[in-house]
């Protein structure tokens, strides 16, 4: 028996070594090769499939109208779980499919994992939603298609002066997310520049979110008539509904982490009127209706939120950098990533998520911080 | 020679041995001679970190019979402590190699020594409950590491359990940032040293489950009042196991931790306790190179059908439950058995049948 079991083994070892190489795969000049890694399965999967999607979207775009320049996009996503362990894997899948750009990638920690490697591999790398300041500053073939956390949190602290939307603030952050962290240093950094009169500041962790009340409640007996929320939709909820049951009623201020709260199953949606939240891309917005519409088409009538916005953008300024610079199919990766590298450093890019967007040396972006607030169930302009 | 091959326990550790200094070799020519894509280097360390772990837990689990779900925790310490360690002697010692040796042994001491003040009040307990106090143990470090901040300047370390309590001079960098994680980790790893790992686990595993001691502990896990009853200190016994597993779980942790250039306290969770447990089950309770196989495929399984999008986990689950069933399932073995049995019982009347012909 254990002779059958270890040849069952053996067999399928072998067959997984023959599935793992030989897709070596021609270069086409007319198709460049872009590959994304996200969390398509598990609990940040939301923000995974919401990339993979925009992106996707841009995909067919190009592809459809690709008769003025020919260039077509060959897109492969491949799922990393939100584990930088998996992510490299999936990078590495990615590199040997061909992959002359990453556009990846979703979450903040497998970026972190991929990055050193992408620099070594010399393969051009644009996260759209991963906001890690330290991702930027691994390389300098790694860009940013949105804020870093401590920038986001500065505009967010400089948009409440600005507004004068506070006199007491509270802050409720998830302390093992370093995506809140980062938020929550910017915004008392800036905060405490401007003067912001921050009165409260609680924290829970991800292994105790499923309660928040006693972090409402904390907030409420502090007095305070503003609350900082630098997390996400899920959680934002909960903290809502325990609030309008205490009946609290400051203002809640999110992030981006934050868009999405309206699709959240079993919410009550007239609880989050009012809210403010910092996001790139209003799905309410004229000028985005074609976007939200094919969106709609092709995940099921769900909304888009920023992070597809982010994905679709991503490929959109790759494709015309690519277009600009002469790059195809055949351009090597790292030929292809010291080409757009150069071109970054001058390039302006409109999108979805903003206009006139930059980026500095290290490759973070720069473009303008916008707001909306929620009215009658729907995004208005802050 | 073939008298030391007719000793079954020998030659069964000596297959092991061989397997996998054959997979070893043949990875490292195909390797060489550019035949292994990108994807299947990449899964050469993690997979020795992950064989060197199922090895140890086979240890705790299948040799000594205690459940534990803790073991990510003890590969945690020896990764984070390895970083740490490595990060600090960089200077000291230019050679990588030795750098790697040294942290590796830091980590897998560390790990010991927690093994140890660990094992004081949880191998009291039998069982379940081991099982629940290994998890809850797992869970303290988890939360223990993305709290943790560490430093280095010029001053030395610098370490503190809450943000900003670690102030560095000009040039210091952290090495562990709270939930952050470790970043900008050199990677010291390398598929040869992993080798190595493995080896130096499967002698002192094996060696240890053919000694005096190793009778002992499998005398604890098969009769516990018999065993006290005779004179063995169970407990005594029992801690050997549970401190060498976390020893070299620290090991294995550091080899892990050294391979990637970013790594988070998140990753040594419940699941990756799980998920180590299951290749061990998978392999066969005790049985050490069904570990190290099963290691190998279950790693590489899911990656390998990254093709089938969606499909993917759905149908690594369905994996697992056939090799499960055809491995343990007591019925599904028995038809086997009597499938293979008819099958040879046919070919011996076939010679028999030739002979006679003749």
Known sequence: ?????????????????????????????????????????????????????????????????????????????????????????????????????????????????????????QVFMMT???????????????????????????????????????????????????????????????GAELGLNIVCETSFTSDNKSDLSTQVTQCKDAGCDFVFLPFYATEAAQVLTYANKIGYEPTFFGCDGMDGVLTIDGFDTALAEGLVLMTPFNPDAEETQDFVSKYKDMMDGVVPNQFAADGYDVIYSIYNACVATGIDGTTSAADACAKLEEYFATYTFDGLTGSGMTWDAAGMISKVPAAVIIENGKYVAF | MKKLWNNKTTRTNLTTYLVV?????????????????????????????????????????????????????????????????????????????????????????????????????????????????????????KNIFSNLYVGLDSEGLHMAVSTGKVQLLEGGRMILDGPVGATGITKLSTFPMGFVLILFTLFVVLNLINSKEGRAIKAVRDNRIATESVGINVTAFRMKAFVVSAFLAGMAGTLFGLNFSSLQASKFNFNASINVLVFVVLGGMGNILGSVISTAVLYILPEAMRGLDDLRMILYAVVLIIVMLFTWSPSVKNAVQSVTASVQEKLRKNKKEAVNNE
């Not at chain 1, 790694?142 to 409440?160: E, H, R, S």
């Not at chain 1, 004068?164 to 929550?184: C, P």
């Open chain 2, 21 to 141: 200094t054959v997979a070893f070799v043949v990875m490292q020519l195909m390797s060489s001679f550019g035949q292994l894509g990108s994807a299947m280097k990449g899964y050469l360390i993690p997979v020795c970190a992950y064989i060197v772990m199922a090895v140890s837990l086979n240890l705790l689990v299948g040799v000594c019979g205690e459940l534990s779900l803790g073991h990510a925790g003890f590969m945690g310490i020896g990764a984070f402590t390895g970083i740490v360690i490595a990060a600090l002697l960089q200077d000291a010692i230019p050679n990588d190699t030795l750098l790697l040796v040294v942290a590796m042994f830091a980590g897998g001491i560390m790990a010991g020594i927690f093994g140890f003040l660990i094992g004081i009040p949880a191998l009291r307990l039998r069982g379940d409950y081991l099982a629940i106090v290994t998890l809850a143990f797992g869970e303290i470090l």
């Open chain 1, 1 to 121: 028996m254990k002779k059958v079991f270890a040849i069952v083994l053996a067999a399928a070892m072998i067959a997984a070594m023959f599935a793992g190489c030989g897709s070596g795969s021609s270069a086409d000049a007319g198709t460049i090769k872009v590959g994304m890694t996200g969390p398509l399965t598990g609990g940040a999967a939301v923000y995974g499939t919401a990339v993979e999607a925009g992106m996707k979207i841009a995909v067919e775009e190009i592809n459809a109208a690709a008769g003025d320049s020919g260039l077509k996009i060959e897109f492969k996503s491949a799922d990393d779980e939100h584990d930088g362990e998996k992510a490299l894997n999936a990078y590495n899948t990615l590199k040997d499919w061909g992959m002359q750009f990453f556009a990846g990638c979703v979450t903040t920690a497998p970026c972190l994992s991929v990055a050193p490697q992408a620099v070594e591999d």
């Open chain 1, 128 to 190: 759209p939603s991963g906001s890690s300041e330290k991702i930027a500053n691994t390389g300098s073939n790694i860009f940013q298609m949105c804020f870093t956390d401590p920038n986001q949190g500065a505009n967010a602290a400089l948009l409440v002066a600005e507004k004068e939307m506070a006199t007491n603030i509270g802050i409720i952050y998830d302390s093992s997310d370093d995506y809140s962290k980062g938020l929550v240093d910017g915004f008392k950094t800036k």
